[in-house]
């Protein structure tokens, strides 16, 4: 079973408990560290929480290979964690599958972490304007079956149309869609 005081890395973080085939307890905290995590013999993960997002999944994928083997020989190898961390990493990020343009092949598969780990692939910032954005863009789906042209989100959102374009430094409706695991859209974007 896997705690944490932050959902963000959850999936992550299971993935590895799983892969690594760990059955005790493990409680990740993401506070102010010195270093880049720390893992501790009763399953407490500590990562440094001004990481980039892409240090604290590979730190994650590291100290879990530090649970795994307190669990399964009473002491770590450091070695071995570099090793598989970026082992795991690559495993992990390799799920999501998708299409030429950037979008997921699954749908299904959307998740916020989804959302951020595919901003992270592309070398995105999402903002926090972004996000609620992309969230309110799954709620126009949602309710009327398509994505909207951006004419109608931009009403839709109470945001000018011009705010968006400067925000997204392109068509907004193309990464908004593609980051909110929605179809592509076509027409005005």
Avoid at 51 to 75: F, N, P, W
Avoid at 137 to 159: D, L
Wanted: charged letters at 30%; one cysteine or more; proline letters at 4%.
């Amino acid at each position: 079973m896997i705690y944490s005081n932050t959902e963000e890395f959850l999936d992550l973080a299971t993935y590895c408990y799983n892969k690594l085939g760990l059955v005790e307890e493990v409680r990740i905290e993401l506070k102010p560290l010195s270093v880049h995590g720390y893992c501790y013999e009763d399953g407490l993960v500590e990562i440094n929480e001004a990481l980039s997002t892409k240090d604290k999944e590979i730190t994650i994928c590291h100290e879990m290979v530090h649970c795994a083997q307190y669990e399964q020989q009473g002491r770590t190898c450091e070695e071995e964690a570099y090793r598989l961390e970026q082992q795991l990493w690559r495993e992990y990020k390799m799920k999501l599958s998708r299409t030429g343009n950037g979008y997921l092949e699954d749908p299904s598969v959307w998740s916020l972490e989804t959302m951020h780990q595919m901003a992270i692939e592309d070398e995105v910032e999402l903002t926090d304007s972004m996000v609620t954005q992309i969230e309110k863009a799954r709620e126009y789906y949602s309710e009327n079956s398509k994505v909207p042209p951006i004419r109608t989100f931009a009403k839709y959102v109470g945001i000018d149309k011009g705010k968006l374009f400067k925000e997204w430094l392109t068509g907004p409706m193309k990464p908004i869609t593609k980051y909110g695991g929605l179809p592509q859209p076509t027409g005005c974007v």
